[in-house]
Protein backbone atom coordinates (compact mmCIF):
# COMPACT_ATOMS: atom_id res chain seq x y z
CA UNK A 1 0.00 0.00 0.00
CA UNK A 2 1.80 3.38 -1.03
CA UNK A 3 1.45 5.78 2.04
CA UNK A 4 1.49 9.11 -0.22
CA UNK A 5 0.88 8.55 -3.57
CA UNK A 6 1.42 11.16 -6.64
CA UNK A 7 -0.34 11.48 -9.56
CA UNK A 8 0.78 11.88 -12.74
CA UNK A 9 5.01 10.86 -12.00
CA UNK A 10 5.48 12.63 -15.27
CA UNK A 11 4.27 15.42 -17.05
CA UNK A 12 5.39 16.68 -20.16
CA UNK A 13 3.36 20.00 -21.55
CA UNK A 14 3.59 23.22 -23.72
CA UNK A 15 4.36 26.51 -22.46
CA UNK A 16 1.42 28.78 -21.20
CA UNK A 17 -1.03 25.61 -20.27
CA UNK A 18 -2.74 24.82 -16.99
CA UNK A 19 -2.22 21.57 -15.31
CA UNK A 20 -2.79 19.82 -11.79
CA UNK A 21 -0.76 17.65 -9.74
CA UNK A 22 -2.81 15.27 -7.28
CA UNK A 23 -1.73 13.64 -3.50
CA UNK A 24 -3.13 11.84 -1.98
CA UNK A 25 -1.81 9.92 1.70
CA UNK A 26 -3.41 7.17 3.73
CA UNK A 27 -1.21 7.27 6.21
CA UNK A 28 -3.83 9.37 8.79
CA UNK A 29 -1.70 12.53 9.13
CA UNK A 30 -3.37 15.79 8.91
CA UNK A 31 -0.76 17.48 7.85
CA UNK A 32 0.38 17.70 4.10
CA UNK A 33 3.09 19.75 1.84
CA UNK A 34 4.34 20.30 -1.26
CA UNK A 35 7.95 20.80 -2.00
CA UNK A 36 9.96 21.91 -5.09
CA UNK A 37 13.09 19.86 -6.76
CA UNK A 38 14.71 22.24 -9.01
CA UNK A 39 17.74 21.58 -11.54
CA UNK A 40 20.17 22.77 -8.90
CA UNK A 41 18.85 19.96 -6.33
CA UNK A 42 17.51 22.26 -3.81
CA UNK A 43 14.67 21.06 -2.37
CA UNK A 44 12.15 23.92 -1.22
CA UNK A 45 9.45 24.41 0.37
CA UNK A 46 6.06 25.35 -1.19
CA UNK A 47 3.00 25.23 0.99
CA UNK A 48 1.65 23.32 3.74
CA UNK A 49 -1.71 22.51 4.90
CA UNK A 50 -3.30 21.19 8.00
CA UNK A 51 -6.34 20.12 7.86
CA UNK A 52 -7.05 21.64 5.18
CA UNK A 53 -5.80 24.95 6.71
CA UNK A 54 -2.98 26.70 4.71
CA UNK A 55 -0.22 26.68 7.13
CA UNK A 56 2.67 27.71 4.92
CA UNK A 57 3.20 29.94 1.85
CA UNK A 58 6.08 30.53 0.87
CA UNK A 59 7.04 32.91 -1.77
CA UNK A 60 5.52 31.04 -5.05
CA UNK A 61 4.04 32.99 -8.04
CA UNK A 62 -0.07 33.09 -7.61
CA UNK A 63 0.31 30.99 -10.72
CA UNK A 64 0.75 28.12 -8.01
CA UNK A 65 -2.59 27.10 -6.47
CA UNK A 66 -2.77 24.51 -4.04
CA UNK A 67 -6.09 23.03 -3.24
CA UNK A 68 -7.18 20.11 -0.01
CA UNK A 69 -10.55 19.18 0.02
CA UNK A 70 -9.83 16.87 2.75
CA UNK A 71 -6.89 16.58 5.37
CA UNK A 72 -5.76 13.29 3.33
CA UNK A 73 -5.62 15.37 0.07
CA UNK A 74 -3.80 17.81 -1.43
CA UNK A 75 -3.86 19.21 -4.87
CA UNK A 76 -1.55 21.87 -7.01
CA UNK A 77 -2.67 23.22 -9.45
CA UNK A 78 -0.45 25.53 -11.71
CA UNK A 79 -1.55 28.53 -14.63
CA UNK A 80 0.14 29.83 -17.72
CA UNK A 81 3.05 27.55 -17.28
CA UNK A 82 7.06 28.39 -17.83
CA UNK A 83 9.71 26.81 -18.91
CA UNK A 84 11.07 27.84 -15.51
CA UNK A 85 8.73 25.73 -13.93
CA UNK A 86 9.99 22.59 -15.41
CA UNK A 87 11.10 20.50 -11.65
CA UNK A 88 10.29 17.29 -9.54
CA UNK A 89 7.49 18.19 -7.39
CA UNK A 90 7.04 16.11 -3.94
CA UNK A 91 4.32 15.79 -2.04
CA UNK A 92 4.32 15.12 1.63
CA UNK A 93 3.01 14.58 4.93
CA UNK A 94 3.33 14.59 8.65
CA UNK A 95 1.97 13.40 11.86
CA UNK A 96 0.76 17.02 13.24
CA UNK A 97 3.30 19.99 12.40
CA UNK A 98 6.43 18.13 12.84
CA UNK A 99 9.60 20.01 14.21
CA UNK A 100 11.57 17.01 13.08
CA UNK A 101 10.59 14.78 15.36
CA UNK A 102 8.82 12.09 12.75
CA UNK A 103 10.20 13.29 9.63
CA UNK A 104 7.99 13.66 7.15
CA UNK A 105 6.62 10.87 4.54
CA UNK A 106 7.50 12.12 0.94
CA UNK A 107 5.56 10.57 -2.30
CA UNK A 108 7.89 9.55 -5.19
CA UNK A 109 7.65 12.80 -6.84
CA UNK A 110 6.12 14.31 -10.17
CA UNK A 111 8.39 15.66 -12.95
CA UNK A 112 6.72 18.15 -15.07
CA UNK A 113 8.81 19.50 -17.93
CA UNK A 114 7.20 22.30 -19.59
CA UNK A 115 8.56 22.43 -23.40
CA UNK B 1 20.93 32.54 1.25
CA UNK B 2 21.74 28.79 1.70
CA UNK B 3 21.53 28.35 5.20
CA UNK B 4 22.13 24.28 4.72
CA UNK B 5 25.08 23.33 2.84
CA UNK B 6 26.01 19.91 1.90
CA UNK B 7 29.47 20.86 0.35
CA UNK B 8 30.49 17.13 -0.82
CA UNK B 9 28.51 16.33 -3.75
CA UNK B 10 29.93 12.43 -3.49
CA UNK B 11 31.18 9.82 -1.55
CA UNK B 12 32.72 6.59 -2.63
CA UNK B 13 33.17 4.03 0.50
CA UNK B 14 34.09 0.79 0.69
CA UNK B 15 31.44 -1.98 1.77
CA UNK B 16 32.12 -2.59 5.33
CA UNK B 17 33.84 0.44 5.58
CA UNK B 18 32.22 3.78 7.50
CA UNK B 19 30.56 6.21 6.00
CA UNK B 20 30.66 9.91 6.98
CA UNK B 21 28.47 12.40 5.62
CA UNK B 22 28.63 15.84 6.63
CA UNK B 23 26.42 19.01 6.70
CA UNK B 24 27.25 22.58 7.72
CA UNK B 25 24.09 25.28 8.89
CA UNK B 26 24.08 28.73 9.47
CA UNK B 27 20.95 29.66 11.44
CA UNK B 28 21.64 29.15 15.42
CA UNK B 29 17.83 28.81 15.72
CA UNK B 30 17.20 25.70 13.96
CA UNK B 31 15.16 23.48 16.27
CA UNK B 32 15.75 19.66 14.73
CA UNK B 33 18.09 18.17 12.53
CA UNK B 34 17.37 15.38 10.42
CA UNK B 35 18.69 13.25 7.82
CA UNK B 36 16.48 11.51 4.52
CA UNK B 37 17.73 9.21 2.36
CA UNK B 38 16.94 9.05 -1.35
CA UNK B 39 17.07 6.60 -4.03
CA UNK B 40 16.34 7.60 -7.58
CA UNK B 41 12.46 8.09 -9.25
CA UNK B 42 11.73 8.14 -5.02
CA UNK B 43 10.92 10.30 -2.53
CA UNK B 44 13.38 10.88 0.27
CA UNK B 45 12.69 8.53 3.19
CA UNK B 46 13.44 9.48 6.89
CA UNK B 47 16.35 8.10 8.12
CA UNK B 48 17.50 9.73 11.35
CA UNK B 49 17.15 13.05 13.42
CA UNK B 50 18.26 14.82 16.36
CA UNK B 51 17.41 17.55 18.56
CA UNK B 52 19.03 20.67 18.73
CA UNK B 53 19.55 20.43 22.81
CA UNK B 54 21.35 16.66 22.03
CA UNK B 55 24.88 15.87 20.45
CA UNK B 56 24.45 12.20 19.25
CA UNK B 57 21.74 10.15 18.18
CA UNK B 58 21.88 6.72 16.93
CA UNK B 59 19.31 4.12 15.39
CA UNK B 60 21.28 0.83 14.66
CA UNK B 61 23.52 1.66 11.97
CA UNK B 62 23.28 5.35 11.95
CA UNK B 63 24.34 7.88 14.11
CA UNK B 64 24.47 11.68 13.83
CA UNK B 65 26.43 13.74 15.22
CA UNK B 66 25.55 17.47 15.95
CA UNK B 67 28.17 20.13 17.08
CA UNK B 68 26.29 23.40 18.03
CA UNK B 69 29.11 25.32 18.23
CA UNK B 70 30.63 24.67 14.77
CA UNK B 71 27.06 24.30 13.12
CA UNK B 72 28.24 21.46 12.09
CA UNK B 73 26.10 17.95 11.75
CA UNK B 74 27.64 14.65 10.52
CA UNK B 75 25.86 11.58 9.30
CA UNK B 76 27.94 8.14 10.36
CA UNK B 77 27.05 4.87 9.03
CA UNK B 78 28.50 1.43 10.38
CA UNK B 79 28.97 -0.74 8.64
CA UNK B 80 28.42 0.35 5.50
CA UNK B 81 26.57 -1.59 2.22
CA UNK B 82 25.88 -1.71 -1.03
CA UNK B 83 22.31 -1.19 0.09
CA UNK B 84 23.32 2.34 1.10
CA UNK B 85 24.02 3.39 -2.59
CA UNK B 86 21.82 7.09 -2.32
CA UNK B 87 21.63 10.67 -2.14
CA UNK B 88 21.60 11.76 1.43
CA UNK B 89 20.26 15.28 2.10
CA UNK B 90 20.35 17.01 5.54
CA UNK B 91 17.50 19.24 6.66
CA UNK B 92 17.11 21.69 9.36
CA UNK B 93 13.66 22.35 10.75
CA UNK B 94 13.00 26.05 11.59
CA UNK B 95 9.89 27.74 13.07
CA UNK B 96 7.79 30.36 10.41
CA UNK B 97 6.79 33.79 10.72
CA UNK B 98 2.96 31.84 11.64
CA UNK B 99 4.59 29.71 14.52
CA UNK B 100 4.68 26.36 11.98
CA UNK B 101 7.69 24.25 11.27
CA UNK B 102 9.71 24.01 7.94
CA UNK B 103 12.10 22.15 6.84
CA UNK B 104 15.43 23.49 4.66
CA UNK B 105 17.22 21.08 3.24
CA UNK B 106 20.68 20.67 1.91
CA UNK B 107 21.90 19.77 -1.73
CA UNK B 108 22.78 16.32 -1.16
CA UNK B 109 25.66 14.22 -0.89
CA UNK B 110 25.83 11.04 -3.24
CA UNK B 111 26.80 7.89 -1.63
CA UNK B 112 28.43 4.97 -3.22
CA UNK B 113 28.88 2.24 -1.55
CA UNK B 114 31.53 0.23 -3.15
CA UNK B 115 31.16 -4.00 -2.70
Known amino acids: DTAVSQTPKYLVTQMGNDKSIKCEQN?????MYWYKQDSKKFLKIMFS???????INETVPNRFSPKSPDKAHLNLHINSLELGDSAVYFC??????????????FGSGTRLTVV | DQQVKQNSPSLSVQEGRISILNCDYTNSMFDYFLWYKKYPAEGPTFLISISSIKDKNEDGRFTVFLNKSAKHLSLHIVPSQPGDSAVYFC??????????????FGTGTRLKVLA
Open chain 1, 92 to 105: ASSRGRDRGLYGYT
Open chain 1, 49 to 55: YNNKELI
Open chain 1, 27 to 31: LGHDT
Open chain 2, 91 to 104: AASAITTSGTYKYI
